[in-house]
């Protein structure tokens, strides 16, 4: 037991420096804030549970940070340098907490009042849940050539395909027919996107309100 605890460890340490697991991070926590938004607007609980499942790579990036720290500090000008990431680290890992917790109110079964609801939408970027459909222009692009060919700006935050899904996909990630699509961006930018897509929007509810 020890031995797999100590390789984990390890595993935590080596790949990645102080840095790169903060931005590291700060990205994720981005992103499971932005699941959890879609989760919510969509009903959905597919994107609620995808939330829930990055809970552990946050919290093993909050401990490469604060090992790659503690193993740094040799001074009192160290110590004060640590405890600045340390917060840093820390309120970042909250958003991704407070992303959990909204994801929950969707598993939970929990009613929305319609205000809030009303609020959500009207936001200057929203996230939307998009099919890509056969024959569509989207189809066989990379994202990164779907950015460039549709002239508008967005971010593919998780692709469901054969019904697995990918979050964070890279930019040499290809499309495909029937994936399924969830994008953040303005709605001028997802309305064009849609239309790439063949109209493919779906608002794909798994529980009824």
Same mark, same amino acid.
């Given at each position: ?10 595993? %935590? ?134 950015? %460039? ?61």
């Amino acid at each position: 037991m020890q031995l797999a605890k100590l390789r984990r460890l390890e595993g %935590i340490i080596q790949p990645k420096s102080v840095k790169d697991s903060l931005k590291d991070l700060i990205n994720l926590s981005s992103l499971m804030l932005d699941l959890a938004y879609a989760s919510i607007i969509h009903d959905n609980e597919e994107l609620a549970k995808q939330v829930l499942d990055l809970e552990q790579s946050v919290n093993d990036l909050k401990k490469s940070v604060i090992i790659h720290m503690s193993l740094a500090v040799r001074s009192l000008n160290d110590a004060e340098k640590a405890v600045s990431v340390f917060k840093i680290a820390d309120a970042t890992s909250m958003v991704a907490y407070e992303a959990i917790e909204i994801a929950k109110i969707v598993l939970k079964k929990m009613k929305i009042h319609s205000k809030i609801e009303e609020g959500l939408m009207k936001t200057n970027e929203s996230v939307s849940i998009i099919q890509v459909m056969k024959g569509s222009r989207l189809e066989g692009l990379t994202i990164e050539n779907a950015l %460039i060919t549709s002239g508008v700006g967005f971010d593919v935050i998780g692709v469901k395909r054969d019904g697995r899904w990918l979050i964070n996909p890279r930019e040499d990630f290809e499309l495909k027919a029937d994936d399924i699509l969830v994008v953040r961006g303005t709605m001028d930018a997802l309305t064009c996107l849609k239309s790439y897509a063949g109209g493919g929007t779906v608002v794909n509810t798994s529980r009824n309100r």
